[in-house]
Antibody, heavy 125, light 107 residues
Framework: EVHLVESGGGLVKPGGSLRLSCAAS????????MNWVRQAPGKGLEWVSS????????YNADSVRGRFTISRDNAKNSLYLQMNSLRTEDTAVYYC??????????????????WGKGTAVTVSS | AIQLTQSPSSLSASVGARVTITCRAS??????LAWYQQKPGKAPKLLIY???SLETGVPSRFSGSGSGTDFTLTISSLQPEDFATYYC?????????FGGGTKVELK
């Protein structure tokens, strides 16, 4: 069964750092593009960052550019989000999500077909 | 960035009702639109992709339509398990963007 499990969330002071991890299982992780999406308390979904299967491209939302870094280790079936210079507005549940991929054609899609349960990040003094 | 405007932001409906949610893009996105369902405290779940394709395992009472800038998610006969918040997402270009959500509540 396909699973994504996030970890690393917690309470951090403004200006602090945190590293989120996402452990993937049940599929060939190295075939898939991956994303981080967040949701502030009581708010909607906000895309944060994407990384391609081979790390050849990375995209970031303007709100986190220069502060957050997405990375992956295909040998460890893991996705990461290094978050620096955290702000109170970064408080959210952070979800790891897999982009859809057609195994037969090798075509990548940019909508998210599998999501983890999320990890909560609270930025507060 | 492409903006997605969902309407209504919330609605009340009874079990068995037909429900329609609209998502409008600020520029043409062809059919690069997905719909997700999210229940409180849970992760989003993919329902529809490419504007009208039903994700495997999703009940056939869910359907999507539209192209260009105007899209619709329809639930043909609302079931108790369908009370949730629904989001559209465009994947035509980065930055990926979501609509503001539509909360479907029990009338």
């Amino acid at each position: 069964e396909v699973h994504l499990v996030e970890s690393g969330g917690g309470l951090v002071k403004p200006g602090g750092s945190l590293r989120l991890s996402c452990a993937a299982s049940g599929f060939t992780f190295s075939d898939y593009n991956m994303n981080w999406v967040r949701q502030a308390p009581g708010k909607g979904l906000e895309w944060v960052s994407s990384i391609s299967s081979t790390r050849s491209y990375i995209y970031n939302a303007d709100s986190v550019r220069g502060r957050f870094t997405i990375s992956r280790d295909n040998a460890k079936n893991s996705l990461y989000l290094q978050m620096n210079s955290l702000r109170t507005e970064d408080t959210a549940v952070y979800y790891c999500a897999r982009d859809a991929y057609d195994i037969l054609t090798g075509f990548h899609y940019y909508y998210m077909d599998v999501w983890g349960k999320g990890t909560a990040v609270t930025v507060s003094s | 960035a492409i903006q997605l405007t969902q309407s209504p932001s919330s609605l009340s409906a009874s079990v068995g009702a037909r429900v329609t949610i609209t998502c409008r893009a600020s520029q043409s996105i062809s059919s690069a639109l997905a719909w997700y369902q999210q229940k409180p405290g849970k992760a989003p779940k993919l329902l529809i992709y490419e504007a009208s394709s039903l994700e495997t395992g999703v009940p056939s009472r869910f359907s999507g339509s539209g192209s260009g800038t105007d899209f619709t998610l329809t639930i043909s006969s609302l079931q108790p398990e369908d009370f949730a918040t629904y989001y559209c997402q465009q994947f035509n270009s980065y930055p990926l963007t979501f609509g503001g959500g539509t909360k479907v509540e029990l009338k």
